[in-house]
Each structure stands twice: as structure tokens, then as C-alpha cells.
């Protein structure tokens, strides 16, 4: 992950960083420029800045607002895939999930491979949270689901696991190496946090296909992109550059931030 | 009648080093703070109010475009009124003419394509400047006596009299000379004062707003604003005053001695013109 492989900022990237910032202006709307590599490492230099101090602030883990039943929205907007093609996901469908299974593997003790109707009979949390769209537009709904807390110590995490990888269903680019499937990652901190759901329920019935049916992630203090929908694999890494393109899901991977504070 | 009662001009060191290089790195920040912005806003052109916002709630402001016999039409709509804004909002040109659907056109927008990846990138580093090159600000203007010295107005500077022989000077576009230039006016205090602990602070606070990792350590920040597409709204509007705030300055730095004032905040040094002799 980019805003992890840079340990300390040293002086001099701090002046590389505000002498691009400072040259950009008369820049403004080269865009090969604005996101070329003089000026990714200031880019870059951001999004850490925002990682480290928004992660100060939530040292002591707090629970972001739930709202009251009244506030679900009505007509809550699906985000990216609405319906994955492809003859493996219309099967799961039609069989109601019957078959669809959760594998967790990777940096893990016991591999695991649940069921629906057996992550439904672990301890669940239901909240009612907003959100948040890159984009800019919001909506409130509400999540039932297994805290991802509970399965990751279900299968006991190895030293040096660092990041959750899901996996998921829906290919948004067709690509003959197969890249263009959507993925996430998230690291331990965001992992462990008690409103981070793995959510098989929306406002109180079963997760809707355009929602991410069977199983879609909660992690609410990121925004949207982040809530990776049709996850089929969960995979605890040490490190994310293997996977994918390297940069920690599929819209990292095509230039957006990996941490999703804001 | 005596030739050597004719004052001369006299130079003065009107602006600090602090104040000069906070004012030009606050330029570009809220120059590419707002054109980063608007192509953030351009990924949603709706606001709204309250917590929740999307397509297919009622807005309070938005952007768009429609077809109108074949021709793309660009409409903003504010309340409840339709404005045709093709050519700028919602609808304008590229360079061999082709009209894009987009809600600010390409030349305000950092980057001038649609990357939103792009353009949040660039906002945030740029906040983050902003931020640091403001809180130095603050820092030096408590600490020096600048705000206390050169902002505060005095008792008898806010007599409305006073203000009213001020603004009525402002339009007559007679700016003081003489010993009253020495001083910012009354109208330059009370706009920086607004600008610099209103208008400011409210633009990190609406835009902190927006931060759902922020709200979750701050959750107060939601009553503040009444909502995250409160927020929003506000980002948008105070960016907008924020422009006016701008515009107003130039056109006054222009009238009153453009060559002065802008040397006075390059190098410091200002010509204090002679009263006029009635």
C-alpha cells in the first residue's frame, strides 16, 4: 500500500513536496502533469498526512453515528455493480446462495469455508449508519451483519498478517488475465473496529442484488468505494502490491486513494 | 504659493515578511482549492440539506443538462427556478467546439478531465497547505499584535458615521491618502476580520464535515453544520463568498493603485500618497 511503504518523511521530500505543490499552480489543468510522477509523490504525501492524523484522532476506536429507523433512506442508491454478469454469480442467484461459500485464507491459522446460513448463526450487529458516496451524496440505511472481528479471530491471524483482502464476484473490466474483478483492502486497525460488518441483511431483509448479495463489507468510516459488495474470498496479507495491480483494489489500482477517510 | 510646503511621497513598510508569504501561498491554495473542488462537485452536481442526499431527492441547487431539438442545453436550477446556463453551467465547449455535458466547464476544473481520483488528491494535499499556512498565520498575527495592531477596529472607526463617510468614499472611488493610509480602513478590517476568522474557519469546518472518519471522532461537527449535505451546502456557498471576497479585492487593489499595493505585498514597501490640497 502506497501510504505504508513511506516509513518517515524526510526534510527533503517535505520540500520536494511543497515546492511541487507551489510550481503546480501555474500548472492548473495540464492534467498529464497535475497526476504525472512530479507530482505523485506530493499527492501521495497528502493521503499519508490524512491517514496518520485521522488515525490520532481514532485512536480510541469510537463508533461512528447510528441513526434513528426513521432516517433509512427510502430509495438507498446501488454503488458500482448492480448485478455482476457472467453464468457463476447467476447461479449462486438463482440457488439463493445455497451454494455460495465464504473462503478465508491467506495469513490465517485455519482456513475457513462458511456458509451463509453459518455466518448467520454467529453473533450479529445490526446498525443503522450513513453512506457516503466519493462522490458527494449520502444515504442512510441499515446493515445486519457478522462483525469481521469475530471471523478473523475464528480462523486466528498469523504475526505478520497486516491487511484484509476481499475478494469479490462481480468483473468490472473484462480482462484476459482476469484483473478486472472488484477488490478491497483494508488494514487491522479499520479490520477490528466493531461497526466493520460483514452484512448479509439490508434494512431488515435479505441483502438485495444491486446491494452486493450475499455478503457485502461495512467499514464506516470510509467512503463508498471501500464497501466492497458480492465478496466471495477474504485473504489476510502482509503485504498488498501482489494483488491486482499492487495498490489495494480496483479503483486504487486506477488512481484513487487506498485510505478512504475522507 | 511656497513651493516647499509641497509634500512628498513618503514609503513605508506596510506589509510584514509573514503576512506577504502566507497571503501569496493562501493565492494558489484557494485558487486550486476551488478549481479542485468544483470537479469534485462536478461528480454530483446537487446539493442538498440535511443528512442524506442522492438522486431522486429534492435539491436545493444543482446542475445539469437537457436536450433541447437535438442542441444540449445546460441549466441550473436554483430552489426551485430553471436558469439556461449552456455555454458555462451544464453545457459548454471544448476547443473544436463540441459541447460537453458537465456542470463547471473544463477551464475552471483541476484536473480539466473528470478525474475525481485526481481532483480529491489535489484538494487534499492543497487543504492540508492550507491549513498549516493558515494556522502560521493565526500564529504570527495573535503573537505579533498584527490582529490586535492592524485588524481590530477601534471604538471610534465603527461609529457608523464614521463607515458611512468610508463607504461613501469607496464609491465616489476617493481611497484614503495621507495619514489615514498608513492604517487599513474600517471596510478593510471588518471584511478581513470576516474573511480570515469567519468565512475561513467555516470552510475547513464544513469540509472536515464531509470526512467520515473525521465524523466519527467529531461527531459534534454533524450538529454544528446539521448534517452531512448541510455541510456540503455550506462548503459551496462559502467558497462562493469566498470568490466574491476575492473579486471585490482585486477590483479594489485595481482602483487604488495597483503598482503600490501589489509591490506593498511582494516587497512590503508602500508609497504613502500626499493628502489632497482642497
Known amino acids: 500500500m502506497k501510504a505504508r511503504q513511506r516509513r518517515l518523511i ?92 465464504l473462503t478465508v485464507d491467506g495469513l490465517v491459522d485455519t482456513p475457513l469455508s462458511l456458509s451463509l446460513a453459518e455466518l448467520k448463526a454467529m453473533p450479529a450487529r445490526t446498525q443503522i449508519t450513513q453512506h457516503n458516496c466519493d462522490e458527494g451524496w449520502t444515504a442512510i440505511g441499515q446493515w445486519t451483519g457478522v462483525p469481521l472481528a469475530n471471523v478473523l479471530r475464528q480462523a486466528g491471524l498469523k504475526p505478520e498478517a497486516r491487511y484484509i483482502v476481499f475478494h469479490c464476484l462481480d468483473e ?67 503485504r498488498l502490491d501482489r494483488i491486482g495491480r499492487g495498490k489495494g483494489g480496483f479503483w486504487e489500482d486506477r488512481g484513487y486513494q487506498w485510505y478512504g477517510g475522507i | 504659493m511656497d513651493g516647499e510646503h509641497v509634500p512628498k511621497p513618503e514609503v513605508i513598510h506596510r506589509h510584514s515578511l509573514a503576512v506577504r508569504l502566507t497571503h501569496w ?13 468544483l470537479a469534485i462537485f462536478n461528480a454530483h452536481p446537487l446539493l442538498y440539506w440535511g443528512h442524506t442526499g442522492h438522486r431522486g431527492m429534492p435539491f436545493v441547487f444543482g446542475i445539469g443538462a437537457k436536450t ?14 430553471d436558469f439556461e446556463t449552456t455555454g458555462v453551467l451544464g453545457v459548454s465547449y471544448d476547443g473544436d467546439g463540441r459541447a460537453l455535458r458537465r456542470a463547471f466547464p473544463s477551464w475552471l476544473t483541476l484536473p480539466s478531465n473528470a478525474s475525481l481520483a485526481l481532483a480529491r488528491d489535489w484538494h487534499f494535499l492543497l487543504a492540508w497547505l492550507f491549513v498549516v499556512n493558515g494556522v502560521i498565520y493565526l500564529g504570527f498575527g495573535l503573537l505579533s499584535g498584527h490582529v490586535r495592531r492592524d485588524l481590530l477596529p477601534g471604538a471610534r472607526e465603527l ?23 498608513r492604517r487599513y480602513n474600517v ?24 470526512s467520515p472518519a473525521v465524523t466519527a471522532a467529531v461527531p459534534f461537527l ?57
Not at chain 2, 231 to 257: M, Q
Open chain 2, 222 to 278: 454533524f450538529d454544528l453544520f446539521g448534517g452531512r449535505q448541510s455541510a456540503r451546502t455550506i462548503h459551496f456557498i462559502t467558497a462562493n463568498l469566498l470568490v466574491l471576497f476575492v473579486l471585490v479585492h482585486i477590483i479594489l487593489v485595481l482602483l487604488s493603485g495597483a503598482l503600490n499595493r501589489l509591490r506593498a505585498m511582494i516587497t512590503g514597501r508602500y508609497v504613502i500618497r500626499p493628502e489632497r490640497t482642497p
Open chain 1, 172 to 238: 468490472m473490466v473484462r480482462t484476459a488475465d482476469r484483473s478486472g474483478f472488484y477488490y478491497e483492502s483494508i488494514d487491522l486497525f479499520d479490520a477490528f473496529h466493531p461497526q466493520t460488518i460483514l452484512a448479509y441483511e439490508m434494512n431488515g431483509s435479505a441483502l438485495p442484488v444491486r446491494h452486493g448479495a450475499p455478503l457485502r463489507l461495512r467499514v464506516e468510516r470510509h467512503v463508498g468505494y471501500k464497501h466492497a459488495k458480492f465478496i466471495n474470498r477474504i485473504q489476510v496479507v502482509e
Open chain 2, 187 to 210: 471596510l478593510q478590517k471588518l471584511t478581513y476580520l470576516a474573511v480570515v476568522f469567519g468565512l475561513l474557519p467555516v470552510m475547513v469546518l464544513s469540509g472536515l464535515t464531509m
Open chain 2, 68 to 81: 433541447e431539438e437535438g442542441r444540449a442545453v445546460g441549466v441550473t436550477r436554483i430552489a426551485s427556478v
Open chain 1, 10 to 101: 524526510s526534510r527533503r521530500q517535505l520540500l520536494t513536496a511543497s515546492a511541487a505543490t507551489a510550481g503546480s499552480a501555474l500548472l492548473a489543468g495540464c492534467d498529464d502533469i497535475a497526476g504525472g510522477p512530479p507530482f505523485r509523490a506530493a499527492l501521495d504525501f497528502g493521503e499519508m498526512l490524512s491517514l496518520r492524523l485521522q488515525r490520532l484522532l481514532l485512536a480510541r476506536q469510537p463508533l461512528v453515528r447510528e441513526y434513528a429507523p426513521a432516517l433509512i433512506s427510502q430509495d438507498f442508491p446501488p454503488n458500482g455493480t448492480e448485478m455482476p454478469g457472467g453464468f457463476t454469480y447467476f447461479e449462486l442467484m438463482i440457488s439463493q446462495f445455497a451454494r455460495w461459500r
Open chain 2, 159 to 181: 461609529q457608523p458615521r464614521h463607515i458611512g463617510s468610508v463607504i461613501l468614499g469607496h464609491l465616489r472611488l476617493r481611497f484614503p491618502r495621507g495619514e489615514e493610509d
Open chain 2, 25 to 37: 501561498i493562501n493565492v494558489i491554495c484557494l485558487a486550486m482549492l476551488l478549481m479542485s473542488g
